[in-house]
């Protein structure tokens, strides 16, 4: 396994290097272009992979960007040697392609590292907005949760024609989404005739 990752490792910088100086980088920048890309594939790997990402949405987020930056790596490389074989001309929509990877990089991976910190409960409504927690110093009784998240789901179906999901509950009831969640599984837990006579 080493020496196929290294040897995979070096082709790979290699081809992304030799591509960045076909499309006009200067030799001292051109190790960059690699650098940017592969860096970017582990970092959105190991927030993806990583126990300690507690949002989902980050998580979604660095799955989705691995997978892009795999595949940004396998087309860089795939586009060098078509270009070192004559096949596919280096013009002027492969420059700006390759131009563009390291501030698209950037961006992205500064919108990952702001969802890394967050989890699933700072995704919630916004302090003080919480409709049902936090209200005069005490939280509302279980029994009225659950009876204002049954009757948010039956204005949902009623309107919709299908159950309620977690984040219009959440902004039904303007609680946390861990909150949310847990209602949700309650009334769906529920038998359908106790939802109706509710």
């Given at each position: ?12 910088f290699s ?98 590292a702001v ?36 009757a948010a ?46």
């Amino acid at each position: 396994m080493t020496v196929t990752a290294c040897a995979a490792a070096v082709s790979s910088f290699s081809g992304l290097r030799s591509l960045a100086t076909a499309t006009g980088w200067p030799d001292a920048l051109a190790p960059l272009m690699p650098f940017t890309v592969d860096a970017y594939a582990m970092t959105a790997t190991r927030v993806w992979l990583s126990k300690a990402t507690g949002s989902t949405e980050a998580r979604r987020f660095a799955r989705w960007n691995a997978i892009g930056a795999i595949g940004l790596s396998l087309i860089g490389n795939a586009a060098w040697h078509l270009i070192a074989a004559k096949v596919l001309a280096v013009t002027w929509p492969i420059v700006v392609l390759v131009g563009a990877v390291p501030p698209a990089v950037l961006g992205l991976l500064s919108h990952l590292a702001v969802l890394r910190v967050q989890d699933d409960e700072d995704e919630a409504a916004p302090l003080g907005t919480e409709l049902y927690e936090h209200q005069d110093g005490t939280d509302a009784s279980g029994d009225d949760l659950l009876e204002a998240a049954r009757a948010a789901d039956d204005a949902h179906r009623a309107e919709h024609g299908k159950p309620i999901t977690r984040d219009e509950l959440r902004k039904a009831l303007r609680v946390s989404t861990g909150r949310a969640s847990e209602l949700l599984r309650k009334i769906r837990e529920l038998p359908e005739t106790e939802r109706d006579i509710s």
